[in-house]
Nanobody, 124 residues
């Protein structure tokens, strides 16, 4: 069992930056792929980024490539999402999620554990 807690969301102006954190409980955190998803009002949950258990592989949605960076510190059971050059369309609730493998990273159904989410609002 893994419990995930996100933090770091907030209100920021377009062009600004935020750093999200996903802290996990459980002693097997270092074996999981961790991903970030987001969900805007009236839209489906969409994949943002993922990082393999050892940090050696990462993946990003096209819409955030070059602006967002995912990283992890397994000693602290934490995954980070650095979000730069934020746009109004980045506004959403951001969730972190965990899966056992590193496959079909954008498939919501393959993630076993989810956090409660943190709100990110980008204003003009």
């Amino acid at each position: 069992q893994v419990q995930l807690v996100e933090s770091g969301g907030g209100l920021v102006q377009a062009g600004g930056a935020l750093r999200l954190s996903c802290v996990a409980s459980g002693d097997t955190f270092s074996t999981y792929t961790i991903a970030w998803f987001r969900q805007a009002p009236g839209k489906e949950r969409e994949f943002v980024s993922a990082i393999k258990w050892n940090g050696e592989s990462t993946d990003y949605a096209e819409s955030v490539k070059g602006r967002f960076t995912i990283s992890r510190d397994n000693n602290k059971n934490t995954v980070f999402l650095q979000m730069n050059s934020l746009k109004i369309e980045d506004t959403a609730v951001y969730y972190c999620a965990a899966q056992d493998y590193y496959t079909e990273l954008d498939a919501v159904s393959l993630y076993d554990y989810w956090g409660q989410g943190t709100q990110v609002t980008v204003s003009s």
